[in-house]
T-cell receptor, first 110, second 115 residues
């Protein structure tokens, strides 16, 4: 069993839909990262969470440390949101080793 | 500010050939990571450098993979000889413990295809 599990693995949506991607982990952590990877591109960090909730534009990330679960929400989805979203867990200092999930491939159609 | 630079972006080689990837981290970042990402998978750490010292290379297949970070800035990752299973995207990332930045910054990756 992977230490970081994401669901769903693949997700398609119509433009404007509200999207939720889930991440569950089995190890003790002090921080969780949500990353975005576009086809052929590098990885961009979206959020780093240690508790509660963070919001940036149409993106919202939440984490429940007790339940070892995090969600990434996209409101009013747009085709440009199409990418692979990766959950990774690690320490609060960025030099700690990150353990990555396998990613959720999102496709938003106009 | 320039991001993490990697080259080449794409590389196609025949099996048993050597290949090398280069990474230039963000200026001032003392920590450098090499990851391998197989299709449909998340990245896996191969090696992590603090300045010029490799502090975590437990996942690096040392029989064919080698890496160096001379002078604690640029880094190269080499595979010799390459095998079919080495086809993947090789990602470089950097971070700065001194600035306590919260994230690793990733390069665009080198997509390797071994035929």
């Amino acid at each position: 069993k992977n230490e970081v599990e994401q669901s769903p693995q693949n997700l398609t949506a119509q433009e404007g839909e509200f999207i939720t991607i889930n991440c569950s982990y089995s190890v003790g952590i002090s921080a969780l990262h949500w990353l975005q990877q576009h086809p052929g591109g590098g990885i961009v960090s979206l959020f780093m969470l240690s508790s509660g909730k963070k919001k940036h534009g149409r993106l919202i990330a939440t984490i429940n440390i007790q339940e070892k679960h995090s969600s990434l929400h996209i409101t009013a989805s747009h085709p440009r949101d199409s990418a692979v979203y990766i959950c990774a867990v690690g320490g609060t200092y960025n030099t700690d080793k990150l353990i990555f999930g396998t990613g959720t491939r999102l496709q938003v159609f106009p | 500010e320039a991001g993490v630079v990697q080259s080449p972006r794409y590389k196609i080689i025949e099996k048993k050939q050597p290949v090398a990837f280069w990474c230039n981290p963000i200026s001032g970042h003392n920590t450098l990571y090499w990851y391998r990402q197989n299709l449909g998978q998340g990245p896996e750490l191969l090696i992590r450098y603090e300045n010029e010292e490799a502090v975590d290379d437990s996942q690096l297949p040392k029989d064919r993979f080698s890496a160096e970070r001379l002078k604690g800035v640029d880094s190269t990752l080499k595979i010799q000889p390459a095998e079919l299973g080495d086809s993947a995207v090789y990602l470089c990332a950097s971070s700065s413990v001194w600035q306590r930045q919260e994230t690793q910054y990733f390069g665009p990756g080198t997509r390797l295809l071994v035929l």
